[in-house]
């Protein structure tokens, strides 16, 4: 069956020499050899038949490491040689999606601008928090509505420091920060959206989850409690919604990277619907070079109890029809 993968990290050559060039350092999770390498690249995917990838670019995000001044031109480069990848492999990547230098929200709509009409990108990747800031604030509000208008998706990648969990200690502990933070990020950035009345505003709006919607559809129960307790208590929010919250949860798209687990996706799968499903394996980060997650992922979904036809709208319809790619 073919298969579109829309959350496939890949770090252009050029991209990280100027992220290593700008920083004086060099970063452990930019060293594995397929995500800069073509060529070990090409041979992981060709195990997979006819599988194509949409490339998403990785941190360390722009605004980051970068003063408002210097992150347009780190963007720059990166989505430049993005466009440029899939422009050479037509064969291999469907598409790439732009990353912005979100501590200059005017430069980053510059470049979103550039992105879509010039370099012909499939949408734009945030990484959440934004520095430090959820993403319903006003300044972020018109590049959210500038790409409703272009009618592409937000990809949201969850971000989150080895902060401490408690109080009394100086890190968090067992990489409980990338294990449960990053869900948590991921469900904490939602719920804020939801709340911020964007989806009333512009119903077309399609921002894509990672680790398939992360707490949501498991918790779909407890959402619906609290808020009514909530409102059992008096308590008001400035947002008046014109559904039930828990429909608002599922405008959110979700890619299938939970790393191998069918009862996960069958979650998802009945809180979501299927055509809020597609296949992403976020390549290549695991202990085998993206091998593993593509392979747990791809199982995963083959064992799901539906049918063929949905099988084939998460593997690769629902993102040809997400990002206007040809048939």
Known sequence: MKKIDI????????????????????FQMLEIPTLSDLEKRFRMMDKYGDYRQVITPIGPVPEAV????????????????????????????????????????DEAMKEADRAVKDLKLRGIIIHTPINGQPMDMPQFMPLWEKMAEYDLPIWMHPR????????????????????????YETTLAMTRLVFSGIFDK??????????????????RGRIEFVYKLAGSFGKQFEFQMSQPIVEYFRKFYNDTAIHGSSSGLMCAHDFFGV?????????????????????????????????EADKENIFYKNAQKLLRLPA
């Open 7 to 26: 959350f496939s990290h890949l770090m252009p050559a050029r991209y990280k020499e100027a992220l290593y060039k700008k920083t004086g350092r060099s």
């Open 66 to 105: 970068a003063g408002p001044k210097e992150s347009p031109e780190l963007c720059r480069i990166a989505n430049d040689e993005t466009a440029a990848v899939v422009a050479g492999y037509p064969d291999r990547f469907v598409g790439g999606v732009a990353i912005l230098p979100m501590n200059n929200i």
């Open 160 to 183: 989150r420091e080895q902060t401490p969990d408690y109080a009394n200690e100086h890190t968090s502990k067992y990489w409980i920060w990338c294990l449960w933070g990053w869900p």
């Open 202 to 219: 512009h119903p077309n709006i399609k921002f894509i989850t990672h680790h398939t919607g992360a707490m949501v559809p498991f918790f």
């Open 275 to 307: 055509e809020r499903l597609l296949f992403g394996a976020d390549v290549p980060y695991d202990i085998e070079g993206g091998d593993w997650s593509l392979r747990e992922t791809i199982r995963s979904i083959e064992q799901m109890g539906i049918s």
